[in-house]
């Protein structure tokens, strides 16, 4: 029997109306704004009138650094949602919007596989709710506000050398990383160099899923320095009075997506920071949200936990205030092979010496999301080519270094091959044990947050970083940003800033290329190696398989 493709499965879903979905959380269907019949937006009035309930446990899925051979966070993600709720627990799963760069280039979707999805997955990876749009949108209107500042007379004395606001799109475009605008002459403003970052890295990406409410939205968007004067003093974005209008542009963007599991359980889909260039997790609005409606939230963080659990931890719950209960660290056979040295095309054929060799990615994972305080367990996401012998390796080592690994069949089972986990993290989630804290303090100096993530969380022998990245982390410390956290910016690969350095290497440099100030998201971004904010499509990009096939459906977009 064909084993069936992740989008053959998607098309055979029995999606429920989504005023259904909604109403098993108690969600009426005057609370929803819906986009067809399979999703909709949770209004902002609901959210307000759960400020009183309790709390859910939150559970963080995270997983070891990616590899080709393919890990399976979000199918994690998704599968143990829909176990939690076949052991009778009321939960929900909450996720980042995919973005049109990687669909169109890299990878294809990213909406979970085979019978852990969440549907519809083709509006989810293609438009969705415009919420990307709506951030792209906006994001723009500030920049051509500050072109058309300068180009009027310039009241804010802006130094056109220090415009530090750049332009987004959602898509990969090498071409136009930097750019030279306003050419043509007098009437088209005053030459600049500027540059393109992808829609994920925005800023204002950040910010909508920091913020906890319109108000709160505006003030950031007003707090974002957008330029700096001769004297370095910054501008604001309320300065040139643009964070009313972007308010405006995001405030349906604002509010969380409801869609539904391929066992129609309920997802909230809303925002997508990349986690190698920011800070990797869905909106504080959504998760909040699933919080006050269900007992346990799963939720997810990019890439591997050096980057994804790290921001998670420090950025986000740091600044919203959550607890997590428990985490769950996702590992393949496949993928803990590769980081023992053997090819791709050789991951058919057992070899237990290099599962044990590639554990050590694991460990140092288990050691760093402990380091936090949260109980971690193992999810082996299983496929086919695993052998016992291999399975087995991976159960005893996460056994040694006080965890627990579980072989988990959700792909091809849904929530029966994961329902051990579930009732496993239930277990943890229930007992208290998390005695969750930051890695570092508010008060430590910008360079020296830098320095705790390089050395505690990657094991790097030190930070090499210009004199001026140095005086411009000081200077910052000087106009009161110092209690910011860092938003590390590195490749997702590896715990160095070189992708082919695979495994847990220790001592190495972590090089600091570059520091930018996100004033109004509350973080500082330190950029590293050759890590790009705007990404570039490879040889041959997703994009040239995607069309319509002869019955008019999408065909290559997963």
């Not at 000081?474 to 590390?488: A, F, S």
Request: with cysteine; glycine share 10%; hydrophobic share 40%.
């Amino acid at each position: 029997m064909a084993v069936k493709s992740d989008i053959e499965i998607a098309r055979e879903a029995k999606k429920k109306p989504i005023q259904e979905i909604g109403s098993r959380l108690g969600i009426g269907s005057e609370h929803l704004l819906p986009f067809g019949h399979d999703k909709a937006k949770v209004s902002a009035e609901f959210i307000k009138s759960l400020e009183s309930r309790k709390d859910g446990k939150l559970i963080l899925v995270t997983a070891i650094n990616p590899t080709p051979a393919g890990e399976g966070k979000t199918t994690t993600t998704v599968g143990l949602g829909d176990g939690l709720n076949a052991i009778g627990k009321k939960a929900a799963i909450c996720l980042r919007e995919p973005s049109l760069g990687p669909c169109f280039g890299m990878k294809g979707g990213a909406a979970g596989g085979g019978y852990a999805q969440v549907v519809p997955m083709e509006d989810i990876n293609l438009h969705f709710t415009g919420d990307f749009h709506a951030i792209t949108s906006a994001h723009n209107l500030l920049s051509a506000l500050i072109d058309n500042h300068i180009y009027w007379g310039n009241a804010q004395n802006i130094d056109t050398r220090r415009v530090a606001w750049r332009r987004v799109m959602d898509m990969n475009d090498r071409a136009l990383r930097e750019i030279v605008c306003s050419l043509g002459g007098v009437a088209n403003g005053f030459p600049r160099e500027a540059g393109f970052d992808i829609t994920v890295a925005s800023e204002v990406m950040a910010i909508l899923c920091l913020a906890t409410d319109i108000a709160d939205l505006e003030k950031r968007l007003g707090d974002i320095i957008i330029a700096y004067r001769r004297d370095r003093s910054p501008v604001y974005a309320r300065d040139i009075k643009a964070n009313g209008a972007m308010t405006v542009l995001l405030a349906q963007a604002m509010q969380p997506n409801l869609v539904q599991t391929l066992e129609n359980n309920p997802a909230f889909i809303h925002g997508g920071p990349f986690a190698n260039i920011a800070h990797g997790c869905n909106s504080v609005v959504a998760t909040k949200t699933a919080l006050k409606l269900a007992d346990y939230v799963v939720t997810e963080a990019g890439f591997g936990a050096d980057l994804g659990a790290e921001k998670f931890f420090d950025i986000k719950c740091r600044k919203a205030g959550l607890n997590p209960a428990a985490a769950v660290i996702v590992a393949t056979v496949r993928a803990l092979k590769m980081n023992g040295g053997v090819k791709r095309e050789d991951l058919g054929t057992e070899n237990v010496e290099a599962v044990k060799k590639g554990l050590a990615n694991l460990g140092r994972h288990i050691e760093n999301v402990k380091g936090f305080g949260v109980p971690a367990v193992v999810a082996i996401n299983h496929f086919i080519s695993d052998t016992e012998a291999e399975i087995a390796a991976v159960q005893e080592y996460a056994k040694a270094q006080g965890s627990e690994a579980f072989l988990c069949k959700h792909w091809a089972q849904g929530s029966k091959g994961i329902e051990a986990l579930a009732r496993r993290v239930v277990e943890i989630a229930d007992g208290g044990t998390s005695k969750f804290a930051p890695l570092y303090p508010d008060e430590l100096g910008l360079f020296q947050k830098v320095e705790t993530i390089a050395k505690k969380i990657y094991r790097a022998g030190s930070v090499a970083a210009d004199k001026s990245v140095r005086d411009q982390l000081k200077t910052w410390e000087d106009m009161g940003y110092g209690n910011l956290p860092i938003c590390v910016a590195k490749t997702q690969y590896s715990f160095t800033t070189d992708p082919n350095l695979r495994g847990a290497p220790v001592d190495h440099v972590v090089p600091i290329r570059e520091v930018r100030l996100s004033a109004g998201a509350g973080f500082v971004v330190a950029i590293c190696g050759e890590i790009m904010t705007m990404p570039g499509l490879p040889k041959v990009p997703a994009s040239e398989t995607i069309r319509f096939n002869e019955a008019g459906q999408i065909e290559g977009l997963f």
